[in-house]
């Protein structure tokens, strides 16, 4: 009976003992994690607004837990007193020209502060220092500048609804085109025919590059063009030669045009008679006739002639002549005939 | 004493019932800072009552931390804030369900049997069998229960609440791969000493309340074997409603205190 009631009370104490023991240890945790237990300085920070900052949000250096808000007070109008507790393992890291801002832990978490900044020249904070701050815009300020990005928004897609509605009524020119059938047709055709201009400008353009090709062949009379002075020069040697001569012709043509006036106005001098002088013209007609005539008879005489034996002898000797002459004649009338060919 | 009726019989003896309570509620602060404490029975009740109780209770918060932290994941991940679930979940338990869950527990298990017992001891005249023997069964019966029990279930409040943290963690870890660093410096993060008093305070107040209303309603039993049935079953329903009138009230003080 006693064993059982020592072995009872061991085993409450046991029981007692690991039951207190699990307090301590949650006390010391939540002690250890509020830094209730760290030696730390006081410093603090005055702000016109701590967006519901209370005492014992944590205090975060480049993103480290380095101590927790102690107290807040009114100080003034508007200018409220944030007492912070650093631990003093930390202090060497933040300096007197380091600032301090209220900010939130995640996007909808507890309200922290956040010590940022500071240089290495400045010595580290002390017991009692004041940190600047900075104003932050506040979660109703982000809000207003979104309820205005969501009015605009709002503009632009009743804007856009428009446009759609009367897209889709056939309206404008991008309603029609999607709408109306005839400018559908319109554009397919005006696209075939594009293409097909297309083709044919691919044509046209490998046929440019054959003619460039053959522009840029050397010994080809458009390379030279191109590329040999001499030629240029003597372009502009007989272009500047065909001027003269077309001067030249151009007198020529000014002195015929002066002779044509003269005999045209002037049908007294032997010329103008002639070719204005109707009287005069079926005289010369009539003694071209009685020439004709003559040398028919002429013709007549002389075949007349050469039947005579006086002068029956003189021929007979001259067409021997002319017999002898004749082979050589030939071959020097063919040499020019092959020569005009040429 | 006269049976005369004031208002209703019903409102009579409802008002009667509250007026005992309450003077045995004062003669139980009267015998307990009088005389010799009863250790002995003082750990047997201890004994009884906090270790007896143990494997209920920390299977119970073991389940209850797991099974919140399982029925919270999808409400946070809807908002992609499942790595809060550590905060939340350990908030949870340590303000209020870790205690909520043990006084209940042990208001049925405890509560129950210290109403029992002493009603059958009081149907059974062995309380008066004990003051004709010189002892005081007050002290010996009600004070050493009413301490164990306030003493225990505290004890078995912070046991809960590691078991359900532990369960927590079961949970995070097979979902999301928290290690058990992380969990617990996450769950410790968003407590406060605050929240570990209050909920100190309430696990003394639901253990005090459990053995001072089993004890009262098995040391007042009456009418036989049905009066053990009665205050056994008495002494949970009130512990249980009381307990709750606990809870509203020192969640506003605490709530005082943390703004």
Redesign the interface.
């Known amino acids: 009976m006693e064993t059982s009631?020592r072995k009872?009370?061991i085993?409450?104490g046991l029981?007692?003992v690991?039951?207190?023991l699990?307090?301590v240890v949650?006390?010391l945790?939540?002690?250890s994690?509020?830094k209730?237990f760290a030696t730390s300085i006081s410093v603090k920070s005055i702000f016109h607004d701590v967006n519901g900052l209370k005492p014992?949000n944590n205090v975060w250096y480049s993103g480290v837990k380095i101590g927790t808000v102690k107290k807040i007070r009114f100080l003034d109008n508007e200018q409220v007193e944030v007492m912070l507790n650093i631990e003093e393992k930390s202090q060497e890291f933040v300096r007197k020209n380091a600032k301090a801002k209220i900010s939130t832990d995640?996007l909808?978490g507890?309200k922290i502060i956040v010590i940022y900044g500071g240089t290495q020249k400045v010595p580290a904070i002390e017991d009692g220092d004041q940190l600047a701050v900075e104003k932050i815009e506040s979660t109703e300020e982000m809000l207003a500048v979104l309820s205005e990005n969501n009015k605009n928004l709002l503009g632009i897609t009743s804007a856009f609804k428009t446009i759609s509605k009367n897209i889709l009524e056939g309206k404008g020119t991008v309603g029609m085109l999607l709408n109306d059938e005839r400018l559908y047709n319109d554009v397919d055709q005006t696209l075939a025919a594009l293409k097909k201009a297309s083709v044919n400008a691919q044509v046209m353009t490998a046929s440019l590059s054959g003619f460039t090709a053959k522009l840029n062949e050397k010994g080809g009379l458009a390379n030279d063009f191109a590329t040999d002075t001499v030629i240029m020069r003597d372009i502009r040697a007989t272009v500047g030669r065909l001027n003269e001569t077309v001067s030249s012709a151009n007198v020529m043509v000014n002195n015929l045009k002066t002779t044509t006036e003269s005999l045209n106005s002037n049908k007294t001098s032997p010329l103008g008679v002639l070719l204005h002088d109707e009287k005069t013209a079926s005289n010369l007609k009539g003694t071209l006739q009685n020439l004709e005539s003559s040398t028919e008879k002429l013709d007549e005489n002389m075949e007349a002639l050469r039947s005579n034996f006086l002068f029956r002898r003189y021929f007979k000797k001259k067409a021997k002549e002319d017999a002898k002459q004749s082979p050589a004649t030939e071959s020097a009338v063919n040499e020019s005939v092959k020569d005009t060919i040429k | 004493m006269s049976k005369e009726k004031v208002f209703t019989k019903s409102l009579d003896s409802s008002f009667l019932a509250v007026y005992n309570g309450y003077m045995f509620f004062l003669r139980f602060f009267r015998e307990a800072f009088r005389g010799r404490m009863e250790f002995q029975e003082l750990v047997k009740q201890c004994y009884a009552i906090g270790y007896k109780a143990l494997l209920l209770i920390s299977l119970t918060g073991f389940i209850t931390g797991m099974v919140f932290t399982k029925q919270s994941r999808p409400s946070l991940a809807e908002f992609g804030a499942t790595s809060w679930l550590p905060s939340l979940v350990s908030i949870a338990i340590v303000r209020a369900l870790a205690a909520l869950v043990t006084a209940l527990i042990c208001s049925g298990k405890v509560g129950s049997s210290i109403g029992a017992e002493l009603g059958s001891m009081r149907v059974t005249e062995q309380i008066d069998a004990m003051e004709v023997s010189a002892v005081n069964p007050f002290k010996f019966l009600v004070v050493t229960r009413v301490l164990a029990s306030t003493i225990t279930i505290p004890i078995l409040m912070f046991y809960c609440t590691l078991v359900a943290l532990l369960g927590a963690f079961l949970n995070v870890t097979l979902n999301e791969g928290t290690s058990f660093i992380a969990f617990f410096e996450n769950a410790f993060e968003q407590i406060t000493f605050l929240d570990i008093g209050t909920s100190l305070v309430k696990a003394v107040a639901y253990g005090f309340t459990i053995g001072i209303v089993g004890c009262y309603q098995g040391y007042n039993a009456i009418k036989g074997t049905e009066g053990v049935g009665k205050a056994a079953n008495a002494s949970v329903v009130i512990s249980m409603f009381l307990i709750f009138i606990e809870e509203v009230i020192i969640v506003q003080v605490s709530n005082y205190f943390r703004i």
Do not use: A, E, L, Y
């Open positions: 009631t009872r009370s085993t409450v029981f007692v690991v039951g207190i699990i307090f949650g006390i945790t939540i002690g994690m509020k209730v014992g995640g909808i507890n």
